[in-house]
């Protein structure tokens, strides 16, 4: 973990219920004041729902709340995932192009669920995976969580493994911007591009090949990062002249009530950065 003890602490990647998060964005914050961050971003996957309610909450519990977003773009088949950060979420630009992601979200899972029941022939539907997102952008830990709800399989991993991976029977891919089209919409919203966890990008050299294309910083502290990959990547951003941002990508599933927010984190003077290259000044 990347800490300045004593100056507060940011964790930069986490998810609402907006998208695929379990806790709304006002319970989210609530867990960010017991943890004792001084900062979280919202970044939920091509929605911006969430940030409203979470600069309230923030407001209440006094956190510095960042309007944020993830966007999963794609070049050629690998996944590269980008963050944005002190992005212009009222943006009308940004919002017609995030309607449209969410509407193929939704032909997209209910296409899924086609297969699942045509392949397998599980008693699910479309509707009840609709349900378990609510009113938020579709993606497959919606339709995990109604596999799990169904006794089909006993875990997220599980589902992902056997059916809804990437590689698996039942995945249908969906359209993706290209990260240079992801990078450019989060700067025409006056946002920071961040290169999300790259050490999860399944084909090597990516990440390299991603430094002169507009981003602006590396996720190098992830969740999933091992310790030597937060290590290469930190000294690969600062090779590059790069910032180095960090979050643990929470979902909001709770671990003896507590959700994983704040356990990876960076210091304040990250988020200063990144305020400083937005055009939210
Ligand atoms: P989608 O955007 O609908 O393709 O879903 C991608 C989301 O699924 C990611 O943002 C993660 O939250 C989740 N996810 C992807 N792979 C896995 C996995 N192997 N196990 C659990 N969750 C995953
Ligand atoms: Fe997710
Ligand atoms: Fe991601
Ligand atoms: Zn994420």
């Keep these: 973990m990347n800490t300045v003890i004593g100056q507060g602490k940011a964790d930069l990647h986490n998810h609402t219920t907006a998208s695929d998060g379990l ?8 867990f960010a004041a017991i943890k004792g961050l001084k900062a979280i971003a919202i970044t939920d996957h091509d929605t911006t729902e969430g940030i409203d309610e979470g600069l309230r909450a923030g407001q209440f519990y006094k956190i510095k709340v960042i309007p944020g977003i993830e966007l999963n773009t794609q070049l050629d088949s690998v996944e590269i995932h980008l963050l944005g950060y002190f992005i212009n979420w009222n943006s009308e630009y940004l919002q017609k192009i995030l309607f449209k992601m969410r509407d193929i979200r939704k032909n997209r899972a209910k296409k899924m669920v086609e297969k699942l029941v045509n392949l397998y022939g599980f008693d699910i539907s479309y509707e009840e995976v609709l349900k378990e997102a609510k009113e938020g952008a579709v993606a497959r830990p919606h339709i995990a969580r109604v596999l799990i709800s169904k006794g089909i399989v006993k875990d997220m991993s599980e589902a992902f493994e056997k059916y809804i991976g990437t590689d698996c029977p039942a995945y249908v891919g969906r359209y993706h911007l290209t990260p240079k089209e992801g990078i450019e919409l ?20 990516i990440a390299e090949m991603m430094l002169d294309q507009g981003i602006k910083g590396i996720e190098a502290y992830h969740s999933k990062h091992t310790q030597e990959q937060a290590e290469y990547y930190s000294e690969l951003a600062k090779k590059s002249g790069l910032l180095i941002t ?7 599933e709770l671990f003896d009530g507590m959700p994983i927010i704040g ?3 960076v210091g304040m003077d990250a988020v200063e950065e990144l305020k400083h290259l937005s055009r939210q000044k």
């Design 23 to 30: 806790l709304s964005p006002a319970q989210l914050v609530r």
């Design 186 to 205: 989060i700067e025409i919203c006056g946002g920071v591009p961040v290169l999300a966890h790259p050490g999860l990008i399944t084909v090597p050299g």
């Design 246 to 252: 960090g979050g643990t990508d929470c979902h909001g």
């Design 263 to 265: 356990d990876v984190s």
